[in-house]
């Protein structure tokens, strides 16, 4: 069965101290691997999306990189305006539409 | 901002009322999605359509009736809701449905049954 695994639950960092939030996946023919921002009371604004083990992205302070297993979010000397629950969302061949998603990483970042 | 908008942003509705909820998106995508989320929850899937047609429904009870007048509008007919049903309604689109396509995902609807 298809899963995705997201720790820790919650991360609470110093404003500047840099730190990754992990993804374990396990997927039949892994299609993307989906990482998503969601605010409180908002929907989830896409960030980015990995296709093959190996594969970086970047976006500002945020960084995205896949291997077989896992994915990894490095977020570098975080501000307090990246406080948010971070989501992870797999996709295999048979699966139109339904993105597996963590529970989700809540960090708060403290000035 | 997300290009996926949805209506109304807040919707409170007794059980036996029917009500709609309204999304557009202007990207040219052709695959729509109606998600629901439960607080600190993620994210389930209810329906896709792609290109106009109902292609999944994860077995969501009928009192939840999807439409897709055309590919940039897609609405969910609510009919007979129960108070358990009271959540956040997520509508996203992605180019195709096909696996692999990002999908991008409306700021949703935040409805209350009472």
């Known amino acids: 069965e298809d899963q995705v695994t997201q720790s820790p639950e919650a991360l609470r960092l110093q404003e500047g101290e840099s730190s990754s939030l992990n993804c374990s996946y396990t997927?039949?023919?892994?299609?993307?691997l989906f990482w998503y921002r969601q605010d409180p009371g908002k929907g989830p604004e896409f960030l980015f999306t990995?296709?093959?083990a190996g594969e970086e992205k970047e976006k500002e302070r945020l960084k995205a990189t896949l291997t077989k297993k896992e994915s990894f979010l490095h977020i570098t000397a975080p501000k307090p305006e990246d406080s948010a629950t971070y989501l992870c969302a797999s996709q295999g061949g048979g699966s139109q539409g339904n993105l597996i998603f963590g529970k989700g990483t809540k960090l708060s970042v403290k000035p | 901002d997300t290009e996926v908008t949805q209506t109304p942003k807040h919707l409170v509705m007794g059980m036996t009322n029917k009500k709609s909820l309204k999304c557009e998106q202007h990207m040219g995508h052709r695959a729509m999605y109606w998600y629901k989320q439960k607080a600190k929850k993620p994210p389930e899937l209810m329906f896709v359509?792609?290109?106009?047609?109902?292609?999944i429904n994860e077995s969501v009870p009928s009192r939840f009736s999807p439409e897709c007048p055309n590919s940039s509008l897609l609405n969910l007919h609510l009919h007979a809701l129960q108070p358990e049903d009271s959540a956040l309604y997520l509508c996203?689109?992605?180019?195709?449905?096909?696996?692999?396509?990002?999908?991008?995902f409306g700021e949703g609807s935040w409805l209350t049954v009472v």
């Open positions: 990995l296709y093959s």
């Open positions: 997927v039949s023919g892994l299609r993307g």
């Open positions: 996203a689109s992605s180019r195709t449905g096909d696996p692999g396509n990002t999908i991008y």
């Open positions: 359509y792609s290109y106009e047609k109902l292609s």
